[in-house]
């Protein structure tokens, strides 16, 4: 079989096309000149501005519901609570200290300067809860989380319950600080 194969690679007809193949692909002829697009360039110029809301009118697309479309769930508010009570105690510890530094008595002239105000105890009291509430949540929630840094009370079920007694300590602890 081998040598039926090698000698039919030797017949004349293959080693006649081996010998024709230059010619071939000297005489080529392609048609490239026919194909060739014409380019016509445009100066550039930018797109309009165009504000998006009324981009997303003029496309007819609808609005995106994004918070409209969600119940409010305990877990959502108290993380938002959670994050404004650490901005409220910043602000408290910015405005001590800013003002430490630029008022000209300290913090018992301005203790007396309150008692010389007469406000009875309702009011002094409302006023100690409102200052002591963000601290009060705030680490009623931070003991939480540093619970759930354990990894435990992480089903859903946990979550609602320790949220409702997080409400229930940081209500204490307000208490407490408002009475002292």
């Known amino acids: 079989m081998a040598f039926y194969s ?3 690679l030797s017949a004349k007809p293959v080693l006649a096309s081996l010998r024709r193949l230059p010619l071939t692909l000297k005489s ?10 014409k380019v016509n360039f445009k100066k550039y110029e930018p797109p309009k501005p165009e504000h998006y809301d009324d981009k997303n009118a003029r496309l007819k697309r609808p609005l995106s519901p994004h918070l409209t479309i969600y119940a409010p769930q305990l877990t959502t508010l108290l993380s938002v ?6 901005i409220i105690l910043s602000g408290y510890a910015s ?3 800013i003002g430490a530094l630029v008022l000209p008595h300290d913090v018992s002239h301005y203790i007396m300067m309150i008692e010389g105000l007469n406000l009875s105890p309702a009011t002094i009291f409302l006023a100690k809860f409102l200052i002591a509430a963000p601290f009060g949540y705030h680490f009623a929630n931070g003991i939480r989380h540093l619970y759930w840094d354990t990894a ?6 946990e979550v609602y319950s320790t949220g409702y007694a997080m409400l229930a300590t940081a209500a204490v ?8």
């Open 28 to 37: 080529a002829h392609y048609a490239q000149a026919a194909a060739v697009p």
């Open 95 to 97: 405005v001590l200290g």
């Open 152 to 157: 435990k009370g992480l089903s859903i079920k």
């Open 173 to 180: 602890i307000t208490l407490f600080l408002a009475a002292l």
């Open 81 to 86: 609570s959670h994050r404004a009570a650490g």
């Open 6 to 8: 090698c000698a039919r």
